[in-house]
């Protein structure tokens, strides 16, 4: 496969999984919001702030909307504002793109369910949002997301290209499942609640819904809400799909069937970082985490990730030529 | 029974359907039955809207460079086809042979011994001033000893129904993914009527092209790479790009996808670096090499030309064929056809004015309200004055024009070329069309039944271009023509004194 082909359908997996997170994460927040149980709490500016600081494009938020920070503004900035590049509209926008030059790789089924709900999405705005209903609305979008997935699942030839599909969409999630977690660091609990209130357990069990984790949770952990409990799942759980360590596992699949078909060393680094991240994982102890600083680690989870993804792009993508060998 | 050409005004011009009002011609008949058989023109504007959906889902749009408001559009399609008769369809593809056997021949001889400049034929200075005349390509033995593999040559039909070649396009003629995509939508949408029909398929052209790109691949090579060459995704015609690489089962790379390693070509892929034997580039000669050509060009490949010229690498189209896109070099074809196969033209051009020649020169600027004035290198309707739709300061303007860079124009008559029922609103009115048929110039000569007919859709225009408001309809060339009589106008061979 072409490198910049396998690099393009890499974007587009990436970009619909950070896409689909930024829904989840308004989803759940939308209904924090609806939980808080005294008014003072519900039109607390700070109830939609932490949001912003998710993708890191918290600057841009406050030079466009300022504070205090409202619900409108986020959703808005989140979902539709072409101006912040990790908004819903953008990431669809940028998974078209990449998808339209290599819709000969990834099917025209696949091509053709991304350009409709790029087209959709494009006429709509808060006004859309507000008066079909948080719930009800983004659950759409939801759909129309997995329906994407589902295409690919069922159209995508099982080719290099599919790996690198999932490997995208893997790495995406591992790096976005770190910055919902860290949500939580940004959810100040007003001074009369405390660790451990009512509304800490309830700020957590969103941090799990926003993963569609919180029956899969009571299930298997029967635990409580507790930090130590989640944070344990949605970082180190084996089973859960969103999981880090979990999709960390996934990407360790794609990579080896991408290398199985390759001889020649270009790959070793990139295979090589990514074992080191899975054993720092697994090996990973959630009560010397939280005493040692949770930001901090999950900081240093998204640079990992990252250190995965460049040297993954090195061996496939930007290698330089005159060191390659000639298949 | 609705009859949906109740109003529709001829307009005294040539009409595609009716030889008169009310009166079909043969080949349209049955078109013009299933129409009576509608519920009402609501039926075939249903129609209409799914064929536009279906476009717009499976993004079969262009895009517009000047138009900031949507870069991206679809090309409007109308669902009433363009019908050409058995009989019409063999003697234009006679006409077509015979133009692309003189133009490969032409350029042959212009990169080698350069006879008809020689002799005089065609002026050495009007040739060796072309923009896209290449000295770089001069004595390079080409693979196949071919000098032009595609040509998309556009014709008119004038008043009296005789078709015209209004210029060639023998660079990166595009447009062809519309012919068949447009069959799909019309497969789709009237399937019986085009099974009834004995409608040519049109289906064969991409293993035509395939086998045509195999044949050019270096001696020896047995199972060649043929990768397809892009601008990139945001070119306008990239649609297009990535259908025909899609069709024929072929990589589509970018410039930055091929690398040259001791003057031969490979693409990079995740696994290393793979030979490529021949590249079907849609990419004009200006952005192939920046090493040779454009210095400022991302596009390309920094040594192609070398791994070109030593004949590692097949081009197509060859290097050079822009020469013969120019419109000044287009008036000579009927003598370049008269110089090397010793025939008199089959189908005849346009009337055209050099306005390099001095005479012709006053003439044009004396007559310049009634002409058609082009520039020599612009494709796409850009660049031209149309003189009886145009403002006195327009035509001041061109006149300057012309005078100050005479060699850069041509002229011709305001042509009242011919007109298809096409639904416009709610009803069908006569808009002006052309037809664009591809031709493949391999082991033999291979024409695709019919091409792209496109359509004006604006009323009165006479600018067809996709870019301009043009829009296109499906081109049905007839298996037979059953017991209908011949009513073709026969071709009138021109008659030169070379």
């Not at chain 1, 705005?125 to 759409?140: L, N, P, V």
């Not at chain 1, 069990?205 to 344990?232: P, W």
Request: include cysteine; glycine fraction near 6%; aromatic fraction near 10%.
């Amino acid at each position: 496969m072409l490198s910049r082909v396998a690099n393009l359908i890499y974007w587009t997996a990436r970009y619909l999984e950070r896409g689909e997170n930024t829904l989840r994460l308004i989803d759940v927040n939308a209904q924090l919001v609806l939980d808080l149980e005294s008014h003072d709490d519900f039109t607390d500016p700070r109830a939609w702030e932490p949001l912003v600081y998710v993708n890191g494009n918290e600057e841009k938020f406050f030079e466009l909307h300022g504070k205090p920070v409202t619900e409108q503004a986020v959703v808005e900035y989140l979902l539709f504002d072409p101006r912040n590049s990790s908004s819903l509209l953008s990431c669809v926008a940028s998974a078209r793109e990449n998808a339209r030059c290599v819709r000969d790789q990834i099917s025209s089924e696949m091509w053709e369910v991304i350009n409709t709900f790029y087209l959709h999405l494009k006429t709509h705005d808060y006004q859309t949002y507000a008066q079909t209903g948080s719930t009800e609305y983004i659950a759409d979008l939801k759909l129309r997301t997995q329906q994407i997935y589902a295409v690919a699942e069922s159209m995508m030839p099982r080719n290099e290209g599919w790996w690198f599909y999932l490997l995208g969409r893997y790495l995406e999630r591992a790096d976005n499942v770190s910055r919902i977690i860290d949500v939580k660091y940004y959810m100040i609990l007003p001074d009369r609640h405390h660790v451990g209130s009512a509304l800490d357990v309830i700020q957590w069990g969103s941090v799990l819904r926003s993963c569609s984790g919180f029956e899969a949770f009571r299930r298997t952990q029967r635990g409580q809400l507790k930090l130590e409990n989640v944070l344990n799942y949605l970082i180190r759980d084996h089973e859960f799909p969103r999981s880090i360590l979990a999709s960390v596992n996934a990407m360790d699949n794609c990579l080896t069937k991408i290398c199985d078909s390759k001889s020649g060393e270009l790959y070793a680094p990139a295979v090589r970082e990514l074992k080191i991240l899975q054993t720092h994982l697994e090996q990973s102890d959630v009560t010397k985490i939280v005493a040692e600083g949770l930001h901090e680690y999950l900081d240093d989870i998204q640079t990992r990730v990252f250190i995965v993804h460049r040297a993954t792009m090195e061996a496939f993508v930007n290698y330089d030529p005159a060191q390659a060998q000639i298949a | 029974m609705p009859n949906f050409f109740h109003d529709y005004d001829l307009g005294g011009l040539y009409d595609e359907m009716f030889a008169a009002p009310g009166e079909p011609r043969p080949h349209y008949r049955r078109l013009w039955e299933r129409y009576q058989d509608m519920s009402g023109f609501g039926e075939l504007l249903t129609r209409q809207k799914g064929a536009n959906q279906t476009f717009i889902n499976r993004g079969v749009t262009f895009t517009v460079y000047s138009d900031k408001a949507g870069t991206e559009k679809i090309f409007p399609f109308d669902l009433v086809p363009r019908i050409i008769s058995a009989t019409e369809w063999t003697r234009m593809e006679a006409g077509l042979t015979q133009r692309m056997m003189a133009l490969d021949l032409f350029l042959k001889d212009i990169y080698s011994e350069q006879r008809i400049l020689k002799e005089g034929i065609i002026p050495r200075a009007l040739v060796e001033s072309c923009a896209h005349f290449r000295p770089e390509l001069v004595g390079v033995q080409l693979p196949r000893q071919r000098h032009v593999h595609i040509n998309g040559t556009d014709l008119i039909r004038d008043a009296d129904g005789t078709y015209r070649v209004l210029e060639d396009n023998l660079r990166t003629p595009s447009g062809v993914s519309y012919v068949l995509e447009n069959r799909q939508i019309m497969k789709r949408v009237f399937p019986n009527l085009l099974r009834n029909y004995h409608v040519r398929p049109v289906s064969g052209y991409t293993s035509d092209l395939l086998d045509l790109l195999n044949w050019l691949a270096p001696a020896g090579v047995e199972s060649p790479t043929v990768v397809l060459l892009t601008p990139g995704v945001y070119n306008s015609a990239y649609y297009e790009h990535a259908f025909l690489a899609r069709q024929m089962g072929i990589e589509i790379v970018e410039g930055s996808d091929l690398v040259v390693q001791d003057h031969k070509v490979f693409m990079k892929r995740t696994g290393g670096l793979t030979r490529v034997h021949v590249i079907y580039r849609r990419l004009d000669d200006d952005f192939l090499d920046p090493t040779v050509f454009r210095r400022d060009s991302l596009l390309g490949v920094p040594g192609l030309f070398e791994a070109y010229r030593r004949g590692n690498v097949a081009l197509t189209n060859p290097v050079g064929t822009g020469i013969a896109d120019d419109k000044a070099v287009y008036y000579y074809v009927p003598q370049m056809i008269k110089f090397y196969l010793g025939e008199d033209s089959l189908l005849p051009n346009v009337e055209t004015y050099l306005t390099s020649n001095a005479s012709e020169r006053s003439f044009v600027l004396e007559n310049l309200p009634k002409l058609v004035v082009k520039s020599v290198n612009e494709a796409g309707g850009y660049g031209m004055l149309i003189g009886p739709h145009a403002t006195k300061k327009q035509l001041k303007e061109f006149a300057d024009k012309i005078v100050a860079n005479p060699r850069n124009f041509i002229a011709q008559p305001t042509l009242a070329f011919s007109r298809c029922p096409t639904i416009c609103g709610r009803e069908m009115e006569g808009r002006h069309v052309d037809l664009r048929p591809y031709i493949l110039n391999g082991e033999s000569v291979k024409i695709m039944p019919g091409g792209l007919t496109r359509v004006a859709l604006k009323k009165g225009s006479l600018v067809v271009n996709s870019s301009q408001g043009g829009g296109s309809k499906d081109t049905w060339v007839l298996a037979d023509d059953g017991d209908a009589p011949d009513t073709a106008p026969p071709i009138k061979p021109e008659k030169l004194s070379v």
